[in-house]
C-alpha cells in the first residue's frame, strides 16, 4: 500500500453522509494501522478490529474488507469525526478458520483502545467470534454473515448477542430470491450441493424451502467437503447426473464452486451453476474456466458501481493506492465501519479512555441510520440490516453482470 492519501471524493462522501444523519500492510498480522493522518494526531486513541481471511484462498475478500475500513477510518481522521480522538484499525487474519478467528477476536478483545470490529466474512468463523466480543461489549458489524441463526435463536426466535450487527442481508432472504429467479426462468428441477459448513447448509436449506414452496423438485441434494484439497467432484456429477436437473444450486464458496462448474460442464452436465454471494468474484470465472458463462450468483444489494455513493466509494478506493481490489464486500465493510464511527461519535464525546466507551457503543448503534454506499444503513431489533435487496448476477463474457435487482418480497 505505498499511497495512503486519502482521496477527497471519498472524504467528501463520508462529510456528506455525517451530515445527512448527524493502509495496513498485506500480511495477515494483526498491527495496527493508522487509518491515514490528520485528526487529533496527539489526542486519545480508538481503535476498529478487523477480523477476516487475510491469508489463503479467501484472501481476496478479506483483503477488500481490511482496506474498505482502512479507508473510512482515513476518511473520518482526516474529517476530524470525532474531535480529541485518533482513529485505527487493527487487522487480524483468521484465516475463514473458526477457531484462528476466536483466537483473533480474543486478542483484539485484550486491547483496551478496541471498541469496535467489522468481521467476519464466514458465518462459521462468526460463532466463535460473537461469544468472545460480547463478553468483552465490543460492538461487531459484519459485511458478509448471512447465516440467519447468527441473530436471532432458531429455538427461542429471541436475539442472541446485543453486540452483534450485519449490513448484508441473509440467507433467509438470499435463498429464496434466488429459488423465485430459477422459478421465473422456468427451471422446475434443481439438484443441490452444499459444502457442510453453516453458510453453505443454511443457503442451501432457505433455497430448498422456498423453491419447493414455489412448485420446483429438488432431483437431488449432495454434499462435499470444503476441506477436500483434490477438488474432484467427479462422484457427485455422477451422482446429479441422472436426475437430468435443469440447474444446479451450489451452497459454499468460490474455491470449490469454480471447479465444480468446469468439472460439470467437462462431464457432460451443462447446465447453469448458480450460489450466493460466496461464489461472486472473479476469481469463480477463473476456477470455472470458459465454459462458465451462464453460471449465476445471488449479491446482497445492488451493484456498487450502480449508485452515485457506489461510484464514489469505488473512486476513493482507487485513488488510496490499494493493491487488492474491494471485491464483493468492500462497499458493506466501508458502510459498517462508518456505523461504528457513527456510534462512537456519540460514546466517545465524554469518554475518557476507549474501553469505557464500549457499552455505550453497542447502545449507539441502534440508533444509526445514514445513507451508505449499499444503501440504507440501519438495524432492527436483532440487528440484522433492515436493507433486502439482492441482485441477480450472470457470467457473461467471461465477467460477471447484473442480470436482476430487486426488494425481496
Given at each position: 500500500?505505498?499511497?495512503?492519501?486519502?482521496?477527497?471524493?471519498?472524504?467528501?462522501?463520508?462529510?456528506?453522509?455525517?451530515?445527512?444523519?448527524?493502509?495496513?500492510?498485506?500480511?495477515?498480522?494483526?498491527?495496527?494501522?493508522?487509518?491515514?493522518?490528520?485528526?487529533a494526531?496527539?489526542?486519545k486513541?480508538?481503535?476498529?478490529?478487523?477480523?477476516a481471511?487475510?491469508?489463503?484462498d479467501?484472501?481476496?475478500?478479506?483483503?477488500g474488507?481490511q482496506?474498505s475500513?482502512?479507508?473510512?477510518?482515513?476518511?473520518?481522521?482526516?474529517?476530524?469525526?470525532?474531535?480529541?480522538?485518533?482513529?485505527?484499525?487493527?487487522?487480524?487474519?483468521?484465516?475463514?478458520?473458526?477457531?484462528?478467528?476466536?483466537?483473533?477476536?480474543?486478542?483484539?478483545?485484550?486491547?483496551?483502545?478496541?471498541?469496535?470490529?467489522?468481521?467476519?466474512?464466514?458465518?462459521?468463523?462468526?460463532?466463535?467470534?460473537?461469544?468472545?466480543?460480547?463478553?468483552?461489549?465490543?460492538?461487531?458489524?459484519?459485511?458478509?454473515?448471512?447465516?440467519?441463526?447468527?441473530?436471532?435463536?432458531?429455538?427461542?426466535?429471541?436475539?442472541?448477542?446485543?453486540?452483534?450487527?450485519?449490513t448484508?442481508?441473509?440467507?433467509?432472504?438470499?435463498?429464496?430470491?434466488?429459488?423465485?429467479?430459477?422459478?421465473?426462468?422456468?427451471?422446475?428441477?434443481?439438484?443441490?450441493?452444499?459444502?457442510?459448513?453453516?453458510?453453505?447448509?443454511?443457503?442451501?436449506?432457505?433455497?430448498?424451502?422456498?423453491?419447493?414452496?414455489?412448485?420446483?423438485?429438488?432431483?437431488?441434494?449432495?454434499?462435499?467437503?470444503?476441506?477436500?484439497?483434490?477438488?474432484?467432484?467427479?462422484?457427485?456429477?455422477?451422482?446429479?447426473?441422472?436426475?437430468?436437473?435443469?440447474?444446479?444450486?451450489?451452497?459454499?464458496?468460490?474455491?470449490?464452486?469454480?471447479?465444480?462448474?468446469?468439472?460439470?460442464?467437462?462431464?457432460?452436465?451443462a447446465?447453469?451453476?448458480?450460489?450466493?454471494?460466496?461464489?461472486?468474484?472473479?476469481?469463480?470465472?477463473?476456477?470455472?474456466?470458459?465454459?462458465?458463462?451462464?453460471?449465476?450468483?445471488?449479491?446482497?444489494?445492488?451493484?456498487?458501481?450502480?449508485?452515485?455513493?457506489g461510484?464514489?466509494?469505488?473512486?476513493?478506493?482507487?485513488?488510496?493506492?490499494?493493491?487488492?481490489?474491494?471485491?464483493?464486500?468492500?462497499?458493506?465493510?466501508?458502510?459498517?465501519?462508518?456505523?461504528?464511527?457513527?456510534?462512537?461519535?456519540?460514546?466517545?464525546?465524554?469518554?475518557?479512555?476507549?474501553?469505557?466507551?464500549?457499552?455505550?457503543?453497542?447502545?449507539?448503534?441502534?440508533?444509526?441510520?445514514?445513507?451508505?454506499?449499499?444503501?440504507?444503513?440501519?438495524?432492527?431489533?436483532?440487528?440484522?440490516?433492515?436493507?433486502?435487496?439482492?441482485?441477480?448476477?450472470?457470467?457473461?463474457?467471461?465477467?460477471?453482470?447484473?442480470e436482476?435487482?430487486?426488494?425481496?418480497?
Amino acid at each position: 500500500m505505498t499511497k495512503r492519501s486519502v482521496a477527497s471524493v471519498g472524504a467528501t462522501l463520508l462529510a456528506a453522509s455525517l451530515v445527512m444523519t448527524g493502509c495496513g500492510s498485506r500480511g495477515g498480522s494483526s498491527s495496527t494501522s493508522s487509518g491515514g493522518s490528520g485528526g487529533a494526531a496527539s489526542g486519545k486513541v480508538a481503535k476498529i478490529g478487523v477480523i477476516a481471511p487475510l491469508t489463503g484462498d479467501l484472501s481476496p475478500l478479506g483483503l477488500g474488507i481490511q482496506h474498505s475500513v482502512e479507508l473510512a477510518v482515513q476518511e473520518a481522521n482526516a474529517n476530524n469525526v470525532i474531535p480529541g480522538w485518533k482513529l485505527e484499525v487493527a487487522p487480524a487474519d483468521d484465516q475463514a478458520t473458526p477457531d484462528v478467528g476466536k483466537n483473533a477476536a480474543t486478542k483484539l478483545a485484550g486491547d483496551d483502545a478496541v471498541v469496535g470490529v467489522v468481521g467476519t466474512l464466514n458465518s462459521s468463523v462468526a460463532l466463535q467470534v460473537q461469544p468472545v466480543l460480547a463478553s468483552a461489549k465490543i460492538t461487531q458489524v459484519s459485511p458478509a454473515n448471512t447465516n440467519p441463526d447468527l441473530t436471532k435463536d432458531p429455538k427461542s426466535g429471541n436475539r442472541l448477542y446485543p453486540t452483534y450487527f450485519r449490513t448484508c442481508t441473509t440467507d433467509a432472504i438470499q435463498g429464496p430470491f434466488a429459488a423465485q429467479y430459477l422459478l421465473g426462468a422456468g427451471m422446475m428441477k434443481v439438484a443441490t450441493v452444499n459444502d457442510k459448513k453453516a453458510y453453505g447448509q443454511g443457503l442451501v436449506t432457505a433455497f430448498e424451502t422456498e423453491f419447493k414452496k414455489g412448485g420446483g423438485t429438488i432431483v437431488s441434494h449432495q454434499t462435499i467437503n470444503a476441506d477436500d484439497t483434490t477438488k474432484d467432484y467427479s462422484s457427485v456429477i455422477a451422482a446429479i447426473k441422472p436426475s437430468g436437473p435443469q440447474a444446479i444450486y451450489y451452497g459454499g464458496e468460490y474455491p470449490q464452486a469454480g471447479p465444480l462448474s468446469q468439472q460439470m460442464k467437462t462431464n457432460g452436465l451443462a447446465v447453469p451453476l448458480m450460489g450466493g454471494d460466496g461464489i461472486f468474484d472473479p476469481k469463480f470465472i477463473e476456477l470455472a474456466g470458459d465454459k462458465s458463462d451462464g453460471d449465476l450468483a445471488t449479491s446482497v444489494g445492488a451493484p456498487t458501481d450502480s449508485s452515485d455513493a457506489g461510484k464514489a466509494f469505488l473512486a476513493a478506493y482507487d485513488k488510496a493506492g490499494f493493491k487488492d481490489p474491494a471485491a464483493a464486500y468492500g462497499g458493506y465493510a466501508y458502510d459498517a465501519a462508518n456505523a461504528i464511527i457513527q456510534a462512537l461519535k456519540a460514546s466517545l464525546a465524554s469518554a475518557t479512555d476507549a474501553k469505557s466507551a464500549r457499552q455505550a457503543t453497542v447502545d449507539a448503534m441502534s440508533k444509526v441510520s445514514f445513507d451508505g454506499v449499499t444503501g440504507k444503513v440501519a438495524f432492527d431489533q436483532f440487528g440484522d440490516a433492515t436493507s433486502k435487496v439482492l441482485t441477480v448476477y450472470k457470467v457473461t463474457g467471461g465477467k460477471w453482470a447484473a442480470e436482476k435487482t430487486g426488494e425481496f418480497k
